[in-house]
């Protein structure tokens, strides 16, 4: 480790170290995969770990049973997975969905999981869940009241959790800091982990103007514990839209090329100790296509870049 490194960075650093002793590039593992999977020895091969979404497997009692079950159970059994939920709404007013965690916590066990990552947003109210995705406001306010939150899902969970960079079609009003100092005051208070999604971050910067790189450079990337990259969809409109549907696009390699760099200089952590997964959710290509996709992020942690990318990732550097 850097010795020069600065307290705070060092103290990330050791985290993620017991968070998670995963490496390499991933696959989100999804249900339509599941057959070529197994019949594809190669392609089980060249991804280093998997990625589950706990709520995709338990029924709505937090159990598993079943064929989808078995075919889950066989796979961890054999591959690293990571844990990345999707309906803790970490940012509601409502209640802190304890029974979710505790349920979260028994599928980890079950799978002997290490890491587990939510969203840096709200899903759900009072009325119950919204199935979206959506932003808080950047207050101090908000701030405090999601970093409580977060300590407690932490102390139920035994460990510290990712959490991720939303993707965001509207501005909350009332803010009064920008969304990356959220993110940093919250991941300070809470003393939780920076689940980096690159794939956000552009969708965000095409829609609101602003640079991806400059952006990247704002977060508290030396709590970086696991990265996302995915493809998105760009409407009639021009709006880009975070649908995990396409085939990654350069800018977007290129942005995660950069964050390799930084989080290198910042902690000291090799690219190849980042955990990295392709998100694919729908419109699955050949599954050719997507190990094509996970071995370019392997060339990336090499640090193999193409001229194009190195292009783009100097633009900030």
């Not at 103290?11 to 995963?22: G, K, P, V």
């Not at 599941?34 to 089980?44: F, H, K, R």
């Not at 982990?193 to 508290?220: E, K």
Request: charged share 20%.
């Amino acid at each position: 480790m850097n010795q020069s490194m600065p307290n705070t960075a060092r103290q990330a650093n050791d985290a993620f170290t017991s968070a998670s002793s995963l490496g390499g590039a991933g696959l989100g593992l999804r249900r339509e995969l599941l057959s070529a999977l197994n019949d594809d020895n190669t392609a089980l091969d060249a991804v280093d770990f998997f990625e589950v979404s706990p709520e995709n497997w338990l029924n709505t009692n937090g159990q598993m049973g079943g064929h989808y079950a078995r075919q889950l159970r066989k796979f961890t059994e054999r591959h690293p997975f990571i844990c990345h939920g999707l309906s803790l709404s970490i940012g509601s007013t409502a209640e802190l969905d304890v029974d979710l965690l505790h349920n979260v916590k028994d599928f980890m066990t079950t799978h002997n999981i290490e890491l587990y990552t939510e969203h840096l947003s709200w899903c759900s109210d009072v009325s119950g869940h919204l199935y979206d995705l959506l932003p808080i406001p950047c207050t101090s306010e908000a701030v405090h009241w999601v970093a409580d939150r977060i300590k407690r899902a932490q102390d139920i969970l035994g460990r510290q959790i990712g959490f991720e960079n939303a993707s965001y079609y509207f501005v909350p009003s009332g803010s009064d800091m920008s969304d990356a100092e959220f993110i940093t005051a919250v991941a300070t208070e809470a003393d939780c982990l920076l689940h980096l999604d690159v794939n956000n971050i552009y969708v965000n910067s095409q829609n609101f103007g602003f640079d991806a790189h400059q952006y990247l450079r704002q977060l508290p990337l030396e709590r970086t514990c696991y990265l996302h990259v995915a493809g998105h969809y760009t409407d009639d409109d021009g709006l880009i839209i975070d649908t995990h549907g396409n085939t990654v696009i350069d800018p977007v390699w290129a942005l995660l090329a950069d964050a390799y760099q930084l989080i290198e200089q910042k902690t000291g952590r090799p690219a190849s100790h980042l955990p990295t997964c392709l998100e694919r959710d729908f419109n699955f290509p050949d599954l050719s296509d997507l190990i094509d996709e996970v071995e370019q992020i392997k060339q990336l942690q090499l640090g193999k870049h193409s001229p194009s990318l190195i292009g783009d990732a100097n633009v900030c550097a």
